[in-house]
């Protein structure tokens, strides 16, 4: 019992570390993008986590974190991903932090409506008051006609459609691939497809050092969080991780502060709450089978594939 205790507790550990390095991210990306391309940084942060795979993983598996049956549905997937990464960070040059990630957090709920025409699964009444009240939240922070930019409202809620699409499409690819093949088709397709729509050669060679490792570290930041995300789920249960997932939104508005000197005002403190409360609720009155981490490249793992 203490053992298994203590594997839990481990468990958390990895978990919330990875929540914080995801927080990074999207503040390095933030502050990035008033700099470079956007492109350009997503291309950067799919070719370091590539390179990272490539490095470590991809040795002690060979082929097999390549060969896969369903190729086509596998880049789809990966596609939906870089949509994630590609249209939040569009939403970073206009829109704070903390308001940024409170919006992308609409996915759980746009993955129950999206559950049961693509899934086959019944969402009843206490599901459908949850996702009213969640986009009653984002209407709470984007506020028509209030500051916030419109544009990067649209970009953030399309952020979180392809998020979504991109958790259903793992759920149903989990019975026949492994993680860490699903983790680096990510990469892989991130680096690929991003790669027809920016020139990176030869970049570094005029960046300053600082900003050439902050670039990097982007892709450190997913990788090394997607690997303890992966060790989290082997430690402890997801029921344990789910309530964490929205300590991100905490993350989110220290980073935001200490970083941007911004502060959500407490009508978009109250709708971060309640798109909190209702994908909350979703997760925790069923069992779920994926647990997302909310950010701009997303995560999700099955907790028994993972073992």
Excluded at 158 to 178: H, M, N, V
Excluded at 262 to 270: G, H, S, W
Aim: charged share 10%; hydrophobic share 55%; proline share 6%.
């Amino acid at each position: 019992m203490q053992l298994r205790q203590h594997h839990a507790a481990h468990g958390v550990i990895l978990f919330l570390t990875a929540i914080f390095l995801f927080a990074a991210l999207d503040a390095t990306a933030k502050y990035l993008t008033a700099f470079f391309a956007v492109p350009l940084l997503v291309w950067a942060r799919y070719f370091v986590h590539l390179v990272v795979m490539l490095a470590t993983i991809a040795p002690g598996m060979g082929r097999e974190i390549v060969v896969t049956k369903r190729p086509w549905l596998m880049t789809f997937r990966g596609l939906m991903l870089v949509g994630v990464t590609l249209l939040v960070q569009l939403a970073f040059r206009t829109l704070p932090l903390a308001e940024t990630t409170a919006i992308v957090f609409v996915t759980p709920l746009l993955v129950a409506l999206l559950a049961g025409p693509m899934l086959g699964e019944k969402m009843h009444l206490n599901g459908w008051l949850a996702t009213l009240a969640g986009f009653g939240g984002v209407l709470l922070i984007a506020r028509p006609g209030g500051a916030m930019a419109g544009i990067g409202v649209i970009y953030c809620l399309g952020g979180a459609l392809c998020y979504a699409l991109y958790q259903i499409l793992t759920r149903k690819l989990l019975a026949s691939e492994p993680p860490m093949r699903l983790l680096f088709y990510t990469a892989l397709v991130g680096t690929l497809s991003m790669s027809f729509f920016c020139r990176p050669t030869g970049v570094a060679k005029c960046l300053p050092l600082r900003q050439t490792l902050l670039i990097a570290s982007l892709g450190f930041y997913g990788g090394i969080g997607h690997f303890l995300l992966i060790r989290a789920f082997r430690e402890a249960p997801a029921s344990t991780l789910s309530p964490l997932l929205y300590v991100q939104l905490i993350w989110a508005m220290l980073l935001g502060w200490l970083v941007f000197g911004q502060l959500p005002d407490m009508p978009a403190i109250t709708g971060m709450l309640i798109i909190g409360a209702s994908g909350l609720s979703l997760v925790m009155r069923r069992t779920p089978v994926l647990i997302p981490a909310m950010h701009t490249e997303g995560a999700l793992e099955d907790r028994a594939a993972s073992k």
